[in-house]
């Protein structure tokens, strides 16, 4: 997947918006009118763009009673959020913890996906097979649920948390009902098409008909029938092959406007984002649009400008904007919190490592690397002054690695776009420090690959290979400076950019890099 800056991000018009967007963001927050929690919040932007109201981190106490999906619909006064998989990108996908995190995040829909199992058992599972996800192999369908009771998830990339006895296993869609069907609006699928009467069984029996969507692919027959039943219906694309206005309006004409949803992906493979054009063609049938799936709140913002209505994310909790920020990352637990992520956290060649307790990192490649920091973001202050202080150690460099790649804190960011180092993508600085143990300080700006150095290069302790060092990141309205917590460090007065959005990362080229015991103060 790319970060390259999408034609709308590197448009005049796109530009200036998002010029607009920065300088009321920029002189709230220094002004100390507005909540820093609020302007940068999901939605926020888009709210200033249209005058609706954004949704500030740590509002769950004000999330809706949810009883049946039109009262869901009426209560989200025209944005829903729904949960992906559970949390897929902070606990394994389709587990009993994850569903449950959902609804203790406030997440008040989610998406729920079965497999039949060969004594015909719905358990909950996204793939027809078990490799991706689990300890085992083979096709779901030729083992019972008891033989599936002793299967484990496995995503190391989300912690040891979710390893050895924490590791959680299969659920069956029964149990699952009892811990979350009252508690949560459900958009429930048959992955194989065998397993679609007993999940319709499952939803009459349980007296669910008005707390349910069926979800399904665009290309099934089971639109009819779902529409037959009375049953509102989610039909989705799962990708981009195939997505035109034309096959939209084609699907359109299977869905009432006023029971229905029809879902588009947000990106393609590749990780650009859905054309304009089919997106278009959706949003002008009238049938309400939701998207799938979605990481970041930016990209929320993105769609909500393009009259999307509901976002289908991997972790709800953070980009409907319900869990509030925190004051240090929970890495020492063994997992993720909401809103810390990779590029794709679905994506393998994304993944973190785990190398010690406490501590994550970003493996050795050739392309630069960031980690969002959003279950801290966005950073607030009154007075526009925090400080960040952190451990990071350079694990063992590449053959090849350039003596100068190191790491790199991307901060000041108005949103939490994907930070790709020299990539070309948000206004901000970048401080950074190389395995020698030189500290400086850049500006970045969007749509430029080049870079303004603030400051010289100041020379530190060298950092081959291993040691742990603490770093610190002070930044006020007048001033920044970055270095060693107790040593060496530089300092600019720049004070173009006060934004509340973090990223660890490493260059292009850089050795392993390990972060731990993040703070904010």
């Not at 039943?229 to 035109?244: C, K, Q, R, S």
């Not at 009432?256 to 588009?264: G, Q």
């Not at 972790?315 to 020492?332: A, E, M, N, Q």
């Not at 107790?486 to 850089?510: E, F, I, K, N, S």
Request: hydrophobic share 40%.
């Amino acid at each position: 997947m790319t970060a390259e800056p999408t034609d709308e991000e590197k448009s005049p018009a796109g530009q200036a918006r998002q010029d607009t967007v920065n300088r009321i963001s920029r002189r709230a927050v220094l002004a100390g009118g507005v909540s820093l929690v609020g302007l940068a919040s999901v939605g926020a932007w888009a709210a200033i763009r249209t005058g609706q109201n954004a949704v500030a981190p740590g509002a769950a106490a004000t999330t809706p009673t949810v009883t049946t999906v039109d009262q869901w619909r009426r209560s989200a006064h025209g944005v829903v959020h729904i949960a992906h998989r559970g949390v897929a990108a902070v606990i394994p996908e389709h587990t009993l913890e994850g569903y449950t995190r959902a609804v203790e995040d406030g997440g008040t829909c989610m998406e729920i996906s079965t497999v039949l199992t060969s004594d015909r058992v719905l358990v909950c599972q996204h793939d027809l097979t078990l490799e991706r996800t689990t300890n085992t192999t083979g096709k779901v369908s030729s083992r019972t649920q008891a033989q599936l009771a002793s299967v484990k998830a496995v995503q190391p990339g989300l912690g040891p948390r979710w390893q050895g006895t924490g590791a959680a296993g299969i659920t069956t869609l029964e149990k699952t009902l009892d811990v979350v069907s009252e508690r949560a609006i459900l958009c429930l699928e048959a992955k194989d098409d065998a397993g679609f009467p007993l999940l319709l069984d499952t939803i009459w029996r349980r007296k669910l008909q008005d707390r349910v969507f069926i979800k399904v692919p665009v290309t099934s027959h089971r639109i009819e029938e779902a529409a037959r039943a009375g049953l509102p219906v989610f039909a989705y694309y799962g990708t981009v092959e195939g997505l035109t206005p034309e096959s939209v309006q084609q699907v359109a004409a299977k869905l009432s406007r006023h029971r229905d949803v029809l879902v588009l992906p947000a990106r393609t493979i590749e990780g650009a984002r859905t054309p304009e054009a089919p997106l278009a063609a959706a949003v002008r049938t009238g049938i309400p649009v939701w998207v799938h799936p979605v990481h970041r709140r930016s990209d929320i913002d993105y769609f909500r400008a393009r009259m999307v209505q509901g976002f289908i994310s991997s972790h709800v909790g953070y980009t409907s904007g319900t869990v509030p920020p925190r004051k240090s990352v929970i890495w020492g637990e063994g997992m993720l919190g909401p809103g810390d992520l990779v590029l794709d956290p679905y994506a393998e060649a994304d993944r973190l490592e785990w190398p010690d307790p406490g501590a994550v990192r970003l493996r050795s490649r050739q392309k630069a690397a960031s980690l969002l920091l959003g279950s801290l973001c966005p950073i607030s202050s009154p007075e526009g002054d925090y400080r960040v202080e952190f451990d990071i150690r350079f694990d063992k460099p590449s053959s090849n690695s350039p003596a100068n790649a190191g790491f790199v804190l991307a901060f000041g960011h108005l949103d939490d776009r994907y930070y790709d180092h020299e990539g070309g993508v948000g206004d901000g600085y970048h401080a950074t420090l190389s395995p020698s143990g030189q500290l400086a300080v850049g500006a970045h700006h969007h749509g430029k690959k080049e870079s303004d150095q603030l400051t010289a290069d100041v020379a530190g302790p060298d950092q081959r290979w291993s040691r742990w060092s603490r770093m610190r990141l002070e930044v006020s309205r007048g001033s920044l400076r970055w270095g060693f917590a107790d040593g060496a460090g530089v300092q600019t007065t720049d004070t173009r950019w006060r934004g509340g959005y973090l990223h660890v990362g490493r260059a292009a080229g850089a050795p392993a890099v390990s972060i731990r015991s993040v703070v904010v103060s």
